[in-house]
């Protein structure tokens, strides 16, 4: 199946709109080939046979053009050959029972569906249609067409009203699926967007401080802890002086790797603003923290960092703070965290420092 969308140019680069094209000409060619299979069992009317075979080559066609990424062309000839031939069946060839007025349904849907709402004229052209369609509709509805070609017994009638029906019913399951699941994947998109930093691709502030306020109601409530890891990287400016921004990126990103590499599946790993990252350990004390923090601090120093094929060395200066009765809310915990990183650094760099509500170690 993949080698044959290859094939017909529905390749993984072409856009979600321009997808559904591939489908609908697709469902196009099935329910004509299947009312065209009908009318030579039921309806042996040559010239309704001769036309819908006519519009069933032209529909074929279509793939061709959708090959060479004629979208815009498929676009208006699918609206333009189903209003004419359904307009055909409708108050030409054979009576209103037979029900093929239903399928006027079929173009304000597909219409919204697959023209572009951000192109004007594509917007301007759906609605058109959607409106001749509608109007078309009504006419076979309230209009006495009692001139037709063929006449149909009730039974036939009943049959290809059925099948009508059906054969949009499927159509409307599947697209309405495929919308469903756009809309799904978008607010996905939208989600990881929102809560991961565009850089580093670990989660943001907004993340972080979400998931702390969390941890801290859960701590308050119950008998539970969780420690804060506060850390930045040491002279980082100096980085980006000798070798440029675009290194100092290169390096931050280098770097979350290997702190994500480290610490374990249920910690949170955030950016915390700049070259200051933030790690949320569940369920930990200081005792546990303070024996990742160090396992971390020993890490960086040992690694090396290639950017732009140059070997850089860097250390991290790290603050330490679990969580206490003494803190009012997660935010004072975050400051308390500050402190101790900015003793850290204050120290000597390279280190680690506790913080608790009321001091510094």
Same mark, same amino acid.
């Given at each position: 199946?993949?080698?044959?969308?290859?094939?017909?140019?529905?390749?993984?680069?072409?856009?979600?709109? @321009?997808?559904?094209?591939?489908?609908?000409?697709?469902?196009?060619?099935?329910?004509?080939?299947?009312?065209?299979?009908?009318?030579?069992?039921?309806?042996?009317?040559?010239?309704?046979?001769?036309?819908?075979?006519?519009?069933?080559?032209?529909?074929?066609?279509?793939?061709?053009?959708?090959?060479?990424?004629?979208?815009?062309?498929?676009?208006?000839?699918?609206?333009?050959?189903?209003?004419?031939?359904?307009?055909?069946?409708?108050?030409?060839?054979?009576?209103?029972?037979?029900?093929?007025?239903?399928?006027?349904?079929?173009?304000?849907?597909?219409?919204?569906?697959?023209?572009?709402?951000?192109?004007?004229?594509?917007?301007?052209?759906?609605?058109?249609?959607?409106?001749?369609?509608?109007?078309?509709?009504?006419?076979?509805?309230?209009?006495?067409?009692?001139?037709?070609?063929?006449?149909?017994?009730?039974?036939?009638?009943?049959?290809?009203?059925?099948?009508?029906?059906?054969?949009?019913?499927?159509?409307?399951?599947?697209?309405?699926?495929?919308?469903?699941?756009?809309?799904?994947?978008?607010?996905?998109?939208?989600?990881?967007?929102?809560?991961?930093?565009?850089?580093?691709?670990?989660?943001?502030?907004?993340?972080?401080?979400?998931?702390?306020?969390?941890?801290?109601?859960?701590?308050?409530?119950?008998?539970?802890?969780?420690?804060?890891?506060?850390?930045?990287?040491?002279?980082?400016?100096?980085?980006?002086?000798?070798?440029?921004?675009?290194?100092?990126?290169?390096?931050?990103?280098?770097?979350?790797?290997?702190?994500?590499?480290?610490?374990?599946?249920?910690?949170?790993?955030?950016?915390?603003?700049?070259?200051?990252?933030?790690?949320?350990?569940?369920?930990?004390?200081?005792? @546990?923290?303070?024996?990742?923090?160090?396992?971390?601090?020993?890490?960086?120093?040992?690694?090396?960092?290639?950017?732009?094929?140059?070997?850089?060395?860097?250390?991290?200066?790290?603050?330490?703070?679990?969580?206490?009765?003494?803190?009012?809310?997660?935010? @004072?915990?975050?400051?308390?965290?500050?402190?101790?990183?900015?003793?850290?650094?204050?120290?000597?760099?390279?280190?680690?420092?506790?913080?608790?509500?009321?001091?510094?170690?």
């Amino acid at each position: 199946m993949k080698k044959f969308l290859k094939r017909i140019g529905c390749t993984p680069d072409v856009e979600y709109y @321009d997808r559904l094209l591939y489908f609908l000409v697709l469902c196009t060619i099935l329910v004509i080939g299947l009312f065209l299979v009908l009318y030579i069992l039921f309806i042996p009317y040559a010239p309704a046979i001769i036309v819908h075979l006519i519009y069933f080559i032209l529909s074929l066609s279509l793939y061709i053009f959708l090959k060479y990424k004629k979208f815009n062309l498929v676009r208006f000839s699918i609206f333009i050959l189903h209003l004419i031939q359904l307009s055909l069946a409708v108050f030409v060839w054979f009576p209103y029972t037979t029900g093929f007025n239903i399928y006027y349904f079929m173009v304000p849907m597909s219409a919204f569906i697959i023209m572009r709402y951000s192109n004007y004229w594509q917007r301007i052209f759906a609605v058109i249609f959607s409106c001749i369609a509608m109007i078309l509709y009504l006419l076979s509805e309230i209009l006495p067409f009692d001139f037709y070609m063929y006449e149909t017994s009730e039974q036939i009638n009943r049959v290809f009203r059925g099948i009508s029906i059906v054969s949009i019913l499927v159509p409307m399951i599947y697209i309405f699926t495929m919308i469903a699941r756009r809309d799904n994947l978008v607010n996905n998109e939208l989600k990881e967007l929102a809560s991961k930093d565009a850089l580093t691709q670990i989660y943001n502030r907004r993340i972080l401080y979400k998931a702390g306020n969390d941890e801290f109601v859960r701590a308050r409530n119950h008998v539970y802890c969780f420690t804060i890891l506060l850390f930045d990287i040491d002279f980082f400016k100096k980085v980006n002086d000798k070798y440029g921004h675009p290194a100092g990126d290169a390096l931050l990103i280098e770097l979350t790797e290997l702190i994500a590499k480290n610490i374990r599946k249920t910690d949170l790993f955030a950016r915390y603003g700049g070259e200051e990252f933030a790690i949320l350990l569940g369920n930990t004390g200081n005792n @546990d923290g303070l024996s990742i923090a160090e396992k971390l601090l020993e890490k960086v120093r040992t690694s090396v960092f290639m950017i732009d094929g140059n070997p850089i060395r860097i250390t991290v200066s790290i603050g330490l703070t679990e969580y206490s009765h003494d803190f009012s809310n997660f935010d @004072d915990m975050m400051k308390a965290a500050d402190n101790a990183l900015y003793s850290a650094k204050e120290n000597g760099r390279d280190q680690i420092r506790i913080s608790h509500a009321e001091h510094t170690l």
